[in-house]
Structure formats: C-alpha cells, structure tokens
C-alpha cells in the first residue's frame, strides 16, 4: 500500500499546548491513519484540556485512544493488525487550503463572493476509510488533486453545489473525485458535505470478490435515477454524520466493509449491473450463506468472504435473501446472532454475564450491541436477563 510523503517540518505549525495523547510532526501512513489530518482543535470527549495542536494520521494507540482494543471484551474483537480508528476531531480552519499545507491532497480553493469565509470540519480515520464533513459559509470555487491510492467521493448535504467538472449538478448526484485528474467545482454560500475517501487496493479487492465491476474514476457528478441508488446514498451520507457526531459508534473492520459496500452499490447502480441470477443460482448461494453464518456466529465473517465461498456476486445473494425474507444478507445474519443472544439470556440454566452472551454471538462493541438489541427487540439485554 501507498505510503502518504511526511511533511516538511517548516509546513506544521507548533501547537499551543502539550499532551500525552498527541504526537506532534508525526509522518503520515497509509496503512496507519488514512489520508486526512488537519490543525485539529480537540472535542470535549477526549476528557484532555482543550488545546490547539497539529496531530497526523497515526495508529489509534499512538493518539491514546483504542476504541477497539481498549473497550471491554475488546481484545478478540478484531484480526491482529487491525488498530482501530481515531476518536473524530473537530476543525475550525481561518482558510480552507490550509488543508493543502498540512495533508497529501493538493487544494486550491478561491472564495467568489465578499466577506469573512469560515470553513469547519470534521474527521475521522480507520484503516482503508476516512470520512470527513465540511461546511464553508462563503461561494468557493473548489480545484484540486485527492490523494494517490485512495479513491474519493462527496455526498453535499446542505446548500447546493453548482457545477462540477463545468457541468450542472443536481440533488441526487454523488460526486466523484477521480485520481490525479483533479476535480474541479462551485458550491454555494451554506454549502455542506460529506466525503468519504477509501484505500483503492482494498476497495477494488471488495469490489472483484463480491462481483461489483466498476468503470474508470474520472471525475464526474453521477446522478442517480434508481430508488435503490438513491437509498444507498442516503445510508451512506447517514452512516459518516454518525460515524463523525457519535462518539459511541463504532468503526470495525466490518464498519468499513459496509461503507464500502454502499459505494460499490451507487457506482454501478445501472441497468447493466442489475442481477440476472437463475433461481436455482440464488436458492444454492441462499443455502449455502445461511451455513456459513450458523457456522460462524461467536466470529463473524464478512460478506466479502460470504460472497467468495458462496461464488456469488453481492447482487446475486442481496436479491436472494430479499425474496426470501425481506433482508439482505447482513441484515440476516445481525438478526440471527442477536436472536441467538436472546435465547441464551432467557434460557434459565445460562448462568454467564451478558457479555459472555454477546461475546459468544460475535458481539465486542457493548455500547453498540446494547443499541442493537434494543432497537430490535424493544428492550435493553439487562431487561431481558
């Protein structure tokens, strides 16, 4: 995998107070923190004095926080190697190309329209996603080049964005913003938005595992005209203003894979990307998925690795567990685990923790297995042991 170029020392600025939880001038990677880093201004729920400072991407270790590995139960919650994501920061910068200055991606934004221009912005990173808000008060022309390795795309949610790539842009468009041909855009005074940038090595493995075949990455606003396309974009935009407002969320291997996944799924939401699967194809991955997840319920699979043994495209399976039940697949296989967990907690001669009984059904995150189990069931596990 790509690794970013470190700074130069003269480009970070010295920070305006010191913290155990902070490296300073620490060089960018890849493989440790994604491709975004900022002047950050540190969120109360830290629990650290707040204070200026320049952190880069690093591992979650080395920033002092390890949501994964650190939260109970944790320590068997992912594959070795996997360090978790960083806690999101909250940025407030005087100009919007000092993102330029500080990270790979090259910036070039001009201000259009008189007055003050403010830009804030919110981040957050994990192995192969960083996703990321910004909101800019003014009318800005928006240049410039993402970073080499990852592929990126923009969701606007407030405002509007007037061109992109010297064209028109609609509501529905999600946003492309190619390799090194740069992009090229207008937003609006209010304008904001979410980007979502993935490792293109692991995004193109996902994609070729699980039967999704994309065309190019040119720069370009793909407008969506499918009610599916549509319901993917909108997941997607949800699932990074929770991963970046909600300090609980958790962010997994898994958390990734699904992000990824809803982006596979817009880019070829056309006609010709659409399952045409015999019957009998999908009844055979159907059977052969639901083994798979009765067989690993305490360690959870993916569907990338669902999609490998059952030698089906996402879509083939997706539809077949839709004409079955209702669900997709991974809608199927939380719901099986989490009726597994309820089993145990009303079987009287259990006599573990409810931990032991979310761990056992591949549960690590408690907060988020808590969450879970409530919205589903209607009550909370304590109420239910």
């Avoid at 990321?132 to 003014?138: E, T, Y």
């Avoid at 997706?318 to 145990?344: H, I, T």
Wanted: glycine content about 8%; some cysteine.
């Amino acid at each position: 995998m790509t690794v970013l170029p470190a700074l130069k020392a003269g480009n970070v600025p010295k920070a305006s107070g010191t913290s155990p939880h902070v490296r300073i001038g620490h060089p960018p990677s890849v493989a440790e923190g994604g491709p975004l880093s900022y002047r950050l201004k540190t969120p109360a729920s830290l629990d650290i004095p707040p204070i200026e400072f320049v952190t880069l991407p690093v591992n979650c270790q080395d920033l002092g926080v390890d949501h994964i590995k650190n939260s109970p139960n944790m320590q068997n919650a992912a594959p070795s190697g996997w360090g978790g994501a960083s806690p999101a920061m909250a940025l407030s910068l005087d100009h919007p190309n000092r993102i330029g200055e500080l990270t790979p991606w090259e910036i070039d934004f001009r201000q259009l329209d008189p007055g003050r221009l403010s830009t804030a912005i919110s981040v957050r990173s994990g192995q192969a996603v960083s996703a990321l808000n910004i909101a800019m008060n003014q009318r800005v022309h928006q240049r410039g080049v993402s970073p080499d390795g990852w592929k990126t795309f923009g969701i606007p949610t407030r405002g509007a964005i007037e061109k992109w790539q010297a064209k028109d842009v609609t509501d529905s468009a999600f946003l492309v913003f190619g390799d090194r041909d740069g992009f090229d855009g207008i937003t609006t005074a209010g304008f904001s938005g979410s980007v979502v940038s993935f490792a293109t090595e692991r995004l193109e493995k996902l994609a070729e595992t699980c039967g999704f075949y994309i065309e190019g990455n040119e720069p370009e606003a793909r407008k969506l005209g499918t009610n599916a396309g549509l319901a993917s974009m909108a997941r997607l935009q949800g699932a990074v203003v929770r991963l970046l407002n909600d300090a609980t969320a958790n962010w997994s291997q898994d958390t990734e894979e699904a992000l990824m996944l809803e982006a596979l799924k817009i880019l070829t939401d056309t006609d010709a990307h659409f399952d045409k699967s015999q019957a009998e194809t999908r009844r055979r991955a159907l059977s052969r998925a639901i083994d798979l997840m009765l067989a690993n319920l305490e360690d959870p699979i993916s569907i990338e690795e669902i999609c490998k043994e059952c030698a089906a495209s996402w879509r083939t399976l997706d539809r077949a567990f839709k004409e079955q039940f209702g669900l997709g697949p991974k809608a199927y296989y939380m719901r099986l685990r989490l009726n597994r967990v309820r089993e145990d907690l009303l079987n009287r001669s259990f006599d573990g923790s409810i931990a032991d009984a979310a761990n056992s059904h591949g549960f690590w995150h408690m907060g988020q297995f808590a969450k879970d189990y409530r919205l589903f069931f209607g009550e909370l596990p304590s109420d239910t042991k």
